[in-house]
């Protein structure tokens, strides 16, 4: 009997307790939502001018996820270092880490900002094609303000996941809170008070990503942080740091860009059958975006978790983790998808969408709340741990490929031989979450993920 309580006792607690990752998750899960109601409210608030400015607003929005999705590949990359570091108790290195992480996406998003701007029209044009004229006036007025947000989205991320990899979920989430008001407060006003249309939109929601900026930047100063961020003009490159985040930051930006890429391959598609479709399609993209974010916040969070578990050395618990985060992700998946079936009637009513756009959109809910509990979690989830673990270029290739073969070509294939409507996209998004689920699930029970080095 003695000698069972010597081995219970020699037994290591794990690193997160079901208390410490509630504390993580759920913030996180509440924090993407929020985040993603920050685009719902540009979308209900400008549906009111009609489907020409819902057009508007999510064809650029498709360009605007591919951008801000480029930042935050490149945040987690710093968010996946940071905790490898924190997780060997190597603080100083995680905070040049960090500092390095604010220096590389700073440059890349004031870079890419530029070229938006100057070249406005011709992406819109090489996008989007021929598409009504009073939808591409919107699209160039929206587009345009949005891209002054882009620096204050892209370090708002950075600052965020540096709190994460802290496991500090709480403080972004509070952010995402009073910057989700203050965009629907705006959203009102510039739209609807002031009569700016579109353009009143993309600003209110460029006002509130520079709150979130600020107040992050803020929050970081603190110097009792395990990695506080101050002495901004000190930066100077370290290379050797920002390799070890581009190692992970470039291929998942290549594997996030890449699948809104496809999006936009898509979107071009669906642009060609006219004002109802796109419109019907936007509000789809929105409603299955919002169905998928909690457990997305849970994918996110198991990048620190495993970060920090590999980085003390305990592969064994990272298995562990995942397998559990994937459950906890599932449950929730299951139960936003029948609250949005639920609400997309009223979504759509309130929305002011046209009864044609209307119909489409509730039918292909119907088929996403139908078909995405059952394969989307393998598919998505496990991929974070991989992440984390450094075995980023397999994700990428795998998501890269059957992004381009099992859903762009398939949609096109038809759409345009077929005449589907948008509901061929949906079928070639569940084409690609089924082949997606087969691989991930083989690659996680193969373990040959936890083959990488990080740091």
């Known amino acids: 009997m003695t000698e069972l309580i010597k081995q219970k006792k020699q037994v290591p607690e794990r690193l997160y307790s079901n208390k410490k990752l509630a504390a993580l998750l759920i913030p996180l899960a509440l924090d993407q939502l929020l985040n993603s109601f920050m685009g719902t409210i540009d979308t209900l608030v400008v549906s009111n001018l009609g489907s020409a400015a819902i057009s508007a607003v999510s064809l650029v ?6 951008i801000v999705q480029a930042f935050f590949a490149l945040a987690s990359g710093g968010t996946v270092v940071c905790s490898h570091y924190l997780g060997c108790k190597s603080k100083n290195h995680a905070k040049e880490a960090a500092r390095q992480l604010v220096f590389v996406t700073l440059m890349l998003s004031l870079i890419i900002g530029a070229i938006c701007l100057v070249f406005n029209q011709q992406i819109l044009n090489l996008i989007f094609g021929k598409v009504e004229k009073d939808v591409m006036a919107g699209a160039k007025q929206y587009f345009f303000y949005s891209v002054l947000s882009y620096p204050f989205i892209a370090l708002y991320n950075d600052g965020a996941c540096i709190l994460r990899a802290q496991n500090n979920s709480k403080f972004p989430m509070q952010i995402s809170i009073v910057s989700n008001f203050l965009n629907a407060f705006l959203d009102v006003i510039f739209v609807w008070v002031f009569h700016w249309g579109v353009a009143g939109s993309a600003i209110a929601t460029a006002g509130s990503r520079f709150f979130s900026m600020s107040i992050v930047l803020w929050k970081l100063r603190n110097p009792f942080l395990e990695i506080p961020f101050r002495n901004y003009f000190s930066i100077r490159p370290n290379w050797r740091e920002i390799k070890k985040i581009l190692n992970i930051g470039i291929p998942s930006g290549i594997e996030n860009s890449m699948f809104q890429f496809g999006k936009l391959a898509i979107q071009s598609t669906v642009s060609l059958m006219g004002t109802a479709a796109i419109a019907a399609q936007g509000m789809t993209n929105v409603i299955e975006n919002l169905n998928g974010i909690l457990a997305i916040g849970i994918g996110i969070g198991l990048m620190t978790v495993v970060g920090e578990t590999l980085g003390a050395g305990r592969k064994e618990e990272a298995v562990y983790y995942i397998k559990k985060l994937c459950i906890i992700a599932e ?66 290739t795998v998501s890269v490929l059957c992004m381009w073969f099992c859903r762009v070509s398939l949609v096109i294939f038809l759409a345009r031989a077929y005449h589907m409507g948008p509901m061929a996209v949906w079928i070639g998004m569940f084409v690609d979450w089924g082949v997606r689920n087969i691989i991930f699930t083989i690659r996680f029970r193969s373990r040959k993920w936890l083959n990488h080095e990080v740091i």
Do not use: H, Q
């Open 61 to 66: 929005d498709s360009i605007n996820i591919l």
């Open 331 to 396: 449950i929730t998946l299951a139960v936003s998808c029948l609250i949005f079936y639920l609400l997309v009637r009223p979504i759509t009513y309130f929305g002011g969408m046209e009864p044609e756009s209307a119909k489409l959109c509730i039918y292909m809910v119907t088929w996403i709340s139908i078909v995405k509990p059952l394969i989307w979690i393998m598919a998505f989830i496990p991929a974070y741990g991989l992440r984390a673990a450094g075995d980023v270029k397999f994700s990428m």
